[in-house]
């Protein structure tokens, strides 16, 4: 369970280092803070797509050696990151981490059930997801520490270090993992008709676009907004991260009671945190504080996602979790580009803006949106 976890932290961290490094590497390619934002937006549009695409391209195939091929992929690709010369190879080496990312990240999310006894499966799936979290939040102030002690290319190749030593961990401890069943790509599709998983993938959907509108160019956002010196940046992404840790474990122990409660109440605080930096945020103080509160909501949005769409398909379970890497994935994408466009449009205030908005309508679908009922959905697997 450690090495699947260690392989979802590995994965997201690597889509995720660009946000923190987006300032260096526009300056070393010589584009524009919006177009290296494209290096997050294409790695989470791959994502999207191969998430699917890779679960039911792999058919019968043992998935212990699926996942260490595509762990060795994203080795590889993050050193052809760090050794790029220009933009372009940058852009494919990121389209390499995206078929990486979507793929592990699919496949892991329904191995916890195989893994452990039946008893022990809630627990082992929260740590398979855990390391998703806590590399959403961590992974960009690892980056931006690495960045500044040795360069963002040693960044791309301590990630690609740590892929490979996460692929000998699977090779090593996991055991054979022979597909239960070939996964069609039809019925993964057929889920979406499903009013409880629609409504689940519509607040992943508007709450992931919303956070990386604003997120992916935070380093902007503190330097123009709140004045912050680059030296504070990293510091304040790193508290950031502690608070996104602690909001992932806080969710995870509530969400049981009532998932949709608890998603209403993380898409006011991403909405409120977002939006009031404009206002709030034009210290380091300021700035400090309201990144705890974005930290603390962001850091559950993964789980609690996770658990309203298991609860809502508790049947398909690697069928849904394809759909929520791919719709979570594209968003990824989505809010990026958004971003970067109203990043070199309007303004970097319009990414906050942009996200808080979005967040807002996240609010709205969370309320009003057909939810699943815990009890009806744990029944069948047990």
């Not at 923190?20 to 919006?34: D, N, R, Y």
């Amino acid at each position: 369970m450690v090495a699947v976890a260690a392989g979802t932290f590995t994965v997201v961290t690597s889509e995720m280092l660009p946000v923190g490094l987006l300032t260096p590497i526009g300056g070393a390619l010589e584009v524009s803070e919006g177009t290296a934002g494209l290096t997050l937006t294409v790695t989470g549009l791959v994502g999207a797509f191969s998430a699917p695409l890779v679960t039911s391209a792999v058919g019968r195939l043992d998935r212990r050696v699926v996942l260490c091929s595509l762990m060795l992929l994203l080795a590889l690709a993050n050193v052809l990151a760090a050794w790029s010369p220009n933009f372009a190879v940058m852009m494919v080496a990121r389209v390499l981490i995206g078929v990486g990312m979507g793929g592990v990240w699919s496949l892991a999310g329904g191995l916890g059930v195989r893994l452990v006894p039946a008893r022990s499966v809630g627990p082992a799936t929260s740590m398979i997801f855990s390391g998703i979290a806590i590399a959403s939040v961590l992974g960009v102030p690892a980056g931006v520490y690495i960045g500044e002690l040795a360069g963002w290319r040693e960044a791309f190749l301590a990630i690609a270090g740590l892929a490979l030593v996460v692929t000998v961990a699977m090779a090593v401890l996991l055991p054979p993992l022979p597909a239960e069943r070939a996964v069609a790509l039809g019925g993964v599709l057929r889920l979406f008709g499903d009013p409880r998983v629609a409504s689940g993938l519509a607040v992943v959907a508007l709450l992931v676009t919303g956070h990386f509108a604003a997120y992916t160019y935070v380093r902007p956002v503190l330097e123009d907004v709140s004045g912050v010196r680059d030296s504070t940046i990293g510091t304040l992404l790193l508290v950031y991260g502690i608070a996104g840790i602690a909001g992932n474990f806080l969710v995870g122990a509530r969400v049981g009671r009532s998932v949709r409660g608890v998603l209403v109440v993380i898409s006011a605080a991403l909405a409120a945190s977002v939006l009031l930096v404009p206002l709030l945020g034009l210290s380091v103080a300021g700035a400090a504080i309201l990144l705890v509160v974005w930290g603390l909501a962001y850091g559950g949005v993964s789980v609690s996602t996770q658990t309203w769409l298991a609860l809502a398909a508790p049947q398909a379970r690697e069928g849904v979790t394809s759909l929520f890497v791919g719709v979570f994935n594209g968003a990824i994408a989505l809010g990026a580009f958004a971003g970067g466009r109203a990043a070199d449009g309007p303004g970097i205030e319009a990414v906050l803006w942009l996200g808080g908005a979005l967040a807002l309508g996240a609010l709205l679908v969370s309320a009003l949106g057909r939810a699943p009922s815990p009890v009806a959905a744990v029944a069948p697997q047990e």
